[in-house]
């Protein structure tokens, strides 16, 4: 009886199945990538629409940066490496109040201004549909005029330029 001795051209051995499963899970990976990163401009592309005739925010904040607008990263009262620390008085403890600016139609570059001015700090930026031109400020949060503490982060609404009738057709359509 004649045995065949010779193996298969289809078998693999474990190091060569090993190295098949990771080139494929290389492949995966980078189509997951690929994927997530075109969701992820799709996205920002819906939450912050071009704004062809208004200022860029990346372009404002750079500016507000080069101009030393932007508050340290340090709190307050934080005491620097070559300062002993000081004794708190009652007057310290209390949080200075300052009015929250009147930024309502303002473009949204001089409303952060407004705002960085008061010694106050930009919050989340949200948008609305509104008549109004994109990057227009609708409102704020807290309020125009309320007494917040220095440093205290202020939300701007801004419009995304389109019309709410608009949107709202959109949303029925789907």
Known sequence: MATNTK?????????????????????AAAIGVAIGAGAGVMTVNKLEPGRTDSVDSLAVMLDSISKGRIPDAKPAGTPTAD????APDSASLEPELVSVPAVTDLEEGDARN?????????????????????????????????????????????????????????????
């Open 7 to 27: 193996t298969s051209p289809r078998r693999r051995t474990s190091s060569g199945l090993a190295r098949l499963w990771g080139l494929r899970a290389l492949i």
């Open 83 to 86: 300062a002993a620390p000081a």
């Open 114 to 174: 407004a705002i960085l001015d008061a010694g106050l700090q930009v919050g989340e930026v949200q948008f609305r549909p509104s008549i109004k031109p994109a990057g227009i400020v609708l409102g704020t949060f807290p309020v125009s005029g309320a007494r917040v503490p220095t440093k205290s982060a202020i939300s701007l609404v801004l419009s995304d330029g389109r019309d709410p009738a608009d949107t709202l057709q959109q949303h029925s359509l789907r």
